[in-house]
């Protein structure tokens, strides 16, 4: 039983590190950010928003968490012929918006 524990332990200790699990408050504080800073204005995800820039509603099975955390940082420095406006966001709010996006498949 302790051999299962320690190998369940190294597995999730092992998705953490590689951010393939995100706790539910990131993906809640990810959600209340996308509504809050308005991403909604210009991207759908379901029947929430708008359709001028993409459907974001499987964008987490398209692009991994470092993906989007760059993405949310700097459209421009990842793709400079982009229509995505830099936003203004704190790191927190970068990293629950990123753990929000890469929960949407």
């Given at each position: 039983?302790?051999t299962?524990l320690i190998g369940?332990?190294a597995?999730?200790v092992s998705a953490?590190v590689l951010g393939?699990?995100?706790?539910?408050?990131?993906?809640?504080?990810?959600?209340?950010?996308?509504v809050?800073e308005?991403?909604?204005g210009c991207?759908?995800?379901?029947?929430?928003?708008?359709?001028?820039?993409p459907?974001?509603s499987h964008?987490?099975a398209?692009?991994?968490?470092?993906?989007?955390v760059r993405?949310?940082?700097?459209?421009m420095?990842?793709?400079?012929?982009?229509?995505?406006p830099q936003l203004?966001?704190s790191e927190?709010?970068?990293a629950a918006?990123a753990?929000?996006?890469?929960?949407?498949?």
């Amino acid at each position: 039983m302790k051999t299962i524990l320690i190998g369940l332990g190294a597995v999730l200790v092992s998705a953490l590190v590689l951010g393939c699990v995100h706790s539910t408050t990131m993906v809640q504080q990810g959600t209340e950010t996308f509504v809050a800073e308005g991403c909604h204005g210009c991207h759908t995800v379901g029947k929430l928003g708008t359709p001028i820039g993409p459907d974001l509603s499987h964008v987490g099975a398209r692009y991994d968490n470092d993906y989007l955390v760059r993405w949310l940082r700097d459209p421009m420095s990842v793709r400079p012929a982009a229509h995505m406006p830099q936003l203004e966001l704190s790191e927190v709010q970068i990293a629950a918006l990123a753990a929000y996006l890469s929960s949407l498949r």
